[in-house]
T-cell receptor
Framework: AQSVAQPEDQVNVAEGNPLTVKCTYS??????LFWYVQYPNRGLQFLLK??????LVKGSYGFEAEFNKSQTSFHLKKPSALVSDSALYFC????????????FGKGTTLSVSS | DGGITQSPKYLFRKEGQNVTLSCEQN?????MYWYRQDPGQGLRLIYY???????QKGDIAEGYSVSREKKESFPLTVTSAQKNPTAFYLC???????????FGSGTRLTVV
């Protein structure tokens, strides 16, 4: 079965420090990978995606992610965290041939302290 | 501006009642999706539709029903058979052949 794992329920970092939010996936076939961010009682905002090509993907608000096929990972990173980055982050995968819906991880709450 | 509109933002349901959540998009997207969000469980797929007059069950379809009579609209009915309907519901859409998914702002349903 296709699945996405976000092993950390919460990540705490100090403002200005680098942040990493982890994501691993399990799919049969080539994955399309996504990161979304959600603020309280709001919908999901798209951050970045990996479809094909360069394994390092740059997205919105200074975020980036690296696709690692051998480790089946797609970790979200940012060199310098801001307090305003505090939110709920979701990793998602879509398998091209199996269907069109996104499969989501359980989410990771990022808390950036000043 | 193009986007997805979900209404109402907040909805209260009495035990035994059916309620319908609205999802409308003006993006000309073919595919539409309904997800349920519970704390600590991420988003789980309820139903999806790839074209008008066609839809498929997702992972947690029991107690829910949908229709897709128009391309722009994909309403979700939470029936009395859904035993634990209190949750945040998100609608999304995607263009055929596209990679981007657009999400609505959600409806929070509470059983009272």
């Amino acid at each position: 079965a296709q699945s996405v794992a976000q092993p950390e329920d919460q990540v705490n970092v100090a403002e200005g420090n680098p942040l990493t939010v982890k994501c691993t996936y399990s799919v049969s076939g080539n994955p399309y990978l996504f990161w979304y961010v959600q603020y309280p009682n709001r919908g999901l905002q798209f951050l970045l995606k990996y479809i094909t090509g360069d394994n390092l993907v740059k997205g919105s608000y200074g975020f980036e992610a690296e696709f690692n096929k051998s480790q089946t990972s797609f970790h979200l990173k940012k060199p310098s965290a801001l307090v305003s980055d505090s939110a709920l982050y979701f990793c998602a995968v879509r398998v091209n041939q199996a269907g069109t819906a996104l499969i989501f991880g359980k989410g990771t709450t990022l808390s950036v302290s000043s | 501006d193009g986007g997805i509109t979900q209404s109402p933002k907040y909805l209260f349901r009495k035990e035994g009642q059916n309620v319908t959540l609205s999802c409308e998009q003006n993006l000309n997207h073919d595919a539409m999706y309904w997800y349920r969000q519970d704390p600590g469980q991420g988003l789980r797929l309820i139903y999806y539709s790839q074209i008008v007059n066609d839809f498929q069950k997702g992972d947690i379809a029991e107690g829910y029903s949908v229709s897709r009579e128009k391309k722009e609209s994909f309403p979700l009915t939470v029936t009395s058979a859904q035993k634990n309907p209190t949750a945040f519901y998100l609608c999304a859409s995607r263009a055929t052949g596209g990679y981007g998914y657009t999400f609505g702002s959600g409806t929070r349903l509470t059983v009272v």
